[in-house]
């Protein structure tokens, strides 16, 4: 089993795609030019392979190139490494690249960018590739690879956007299952309670009626004794002491 050196694990990948000013010196003007920047990020160096499509750099800065290039921007290396990458990994648009002849088929990369309110830029020569069709194509298949990348990660994630919606609509589903559930079991209790509720009323309707009933009739009685209490029996006859002479 191969090991991995902690080096090459921090190790890593960029590939933009730059629009640049190239000088154009025969009418002294700038046209733009297409180029592809592959860039492979060290902890301590970098290395560039550029190409058109048609011919290819190569920029290999040194731990030493590296290290004196922070001291003069006042950076520590993993800053200085960090910037480079931020700017070569991604277009700027508040930034001016530029790709232009260095002689000897030397080119010059560069790009701007303000600290402070001054604008600035830093520079990096590159070497003509000792072979062009090898950096392009490295290049080109780093490319494909990330694309695959993105291809596989796109539909992995499709798969998992498809899950997540099965598993909310089956979600919803039971949702609305439990909720006429719900509203079917709150109309059968209350049913039922309105039935007992209302046998209660019943109930208690005779009650009352019973109760009146009887409150009516013993009225009546009281009545009927009140007024055998107040009359007097009547007698017929004379007295024994009143016989006439």
């Known amino acids: 089993m191969k090991m991995v ?20 010196t025969s009418e002294s003007s700038h046209i ?9 990020w060290f902890p301590s160096h970098f290395d560039l ?31 200085y490494i960090q910037f ?3 700017y070569l990994g991604v277009q700027h648009s508040d930034s001016v690249y530029r790709f232009t002849d260095a002689g ?3 080119r ?3 790009w701007t960018f303000e600290k402070e309110g001054v604008k600035l830029e830093w520079r990096w020569r590159c070497k003509p590739s000792p072979n062009n069709k090898k950096t392009t194509a490295s290049i080109l298949d780093f490319l494909m690879e990330e694309n695959i990348k993105l291809s596989n990660d796109n539909v992995k994630k499709d798969e998992q956007f498809q899950k997540l919606k099965e ?13 006429a559930e719900k509203e079917e079991f709150e109309s059968e209790v209350y049913a039922k309670f309105v039935s007992v509720l209302n046998s209660k009323k019943a109930k208690l309707r005779e009650l009352r009626d019973r109760l009146s009933k009887q409150e009516a009739k013993g009225k009546l009685l009281q009545e009927e004794d009140v007024s055998t209490d107040g ?15």
């Open 104 to 106: 000897n088929g030397h």
């Open 167 to 179: 598993q909310v609509e089956k979600s919803l589903a039971q949702s609305e299952k439990l909720s």
């Open 84 to 86: 480079a990458e931020e």
């Open 231 to 245: 009359t007097e029996p009547y007698q017929s006859g004379t007295d024994d002491g009143g016989n006439s002479d």
């Open 32 to 40: 733009h030019q297409t180029i592809f920047i592959k860039g492979t």
């Open 49 to 79: 392979s550029i190409t058109d499509g048609l011919h290819s750099w190569l920029c290999n800065a040194s731990e030493e190139d590296v290290s004196e290039r922070a001291s003069q921007w006042d950076q520590s290396v993993s800053e």
């Open 108 to 110: 010059r990369l560069s």
């Open 5 to 24: 050196s902690k080096e090459e694990s921090d190790v890593r990948h960029s590939c933009l795609k730059l629009q640049v000013k190239e000088e154009d």
